[in-house]
């Protein structure tokens, strides 16, 4: 599996959200610690790793996943009392290896970069799956409503197969937990085959798992 060299990064665990590389996501920080973790992200590489809290009591340390999203700051805006509001834009997958003792406020990781993988020779399997998912999409989301209708065009013009499966898991409506499996699946064919069985178990509605309304509450659309 192709990785990158080990890096250390700065860790947002989040609870209620799986955020994905190409996706993008608008945040106030107010907490002192993540407040101290802008700071420093904003004075370095302006780097965070949003990442999924494990189910169950919430200990402090509350217990992560295994994989997340490394993101970007973009439009950071500093209010006056100290809080922020910022841009987050996924950029690529990481898997942590461990964390690493710090006197920071926030919690900080060593990790590895996920790359995508893909087959050569499954490009013309690639683009049937996509317009399966497409027509399940076109299916299960609402009539007449224009956020759909451009959710629907920028995925057919703009995407190619990575940045498709990531914004379709990203911004579908659902369960948190599919779309953490989803999350940790470098393989790009495994992501689609995953998101055309889940698609058809919507239309079959065999899906009992409370669903998120589309477009997201974190949407910028």
Do not use: W
């Not at 990781?109 to 076109?138: F, T, Y």
């Not at 990575?162 to 379709?168: C, K």
């Not at 779309?179 to 995953?194: G, N, S, T």
């Not at 069985?197 to 079959?204: G, M, P, R, Y």
């Amino acid at each position: 599996m192709p990785t990158s060299p080990d890096k250390v990064v700065k860790l947002f665990p989040l609870g209620g959200l799986v955020f994905f590389p190409h996706g993008r996501l608008p945040l106030r920080i107010f907490e002192p610690r993540y407040k101290q973790m802008t700071e420093d992200a904003l004075a370095g590489e302006r780097e965070i790793v949003m990442i999924l809290p494990k189910p169950g009591p919430s200990n402090d340390p509350v217990p992560i996943h295994s994989v997340g999203t490394l993101g970007k700051i973009h439009q950071e805006r500093r209010l006056p009392n100290g809080e922020f509001l910022m841009e987050l834009e996924g950029i690529k997958r990481v898997r942590i290896l461990k964390e690493v003792d710090t006197v920071k406020l926030y919690r900080q990781a060593k990790v590895e970069i996920l790359e995508d993988e893909m087959e050569p020779s499954q490009g013309a399997r690639r683009e049937l799956q996509r317009a399966e998912i497409l027509r399940h999409l076109s299916a299960i989301l609402p009539d007449d409503n224009q956020a759909v209708e451009q959710f629907l065009r920028y995925l057919k013009r703009h995407c190619d197969a990575a940045a498709f499966s990531d914004v379709v898991a990203y911004s579908a409506p659902l369960p948190i937990q599919r779309k953490q499996a989803i999350l940790e699946v470098p393989d790009v064919d495994k992501r689609l085959e995953m998101l055309v069985e889940t698609a058809q178990e919507a239309l079959d509605g065999m899906m009992g798992d409370k669903q998120d309304p589309f477009p997201p509450s974190f949407s910028t659309d």
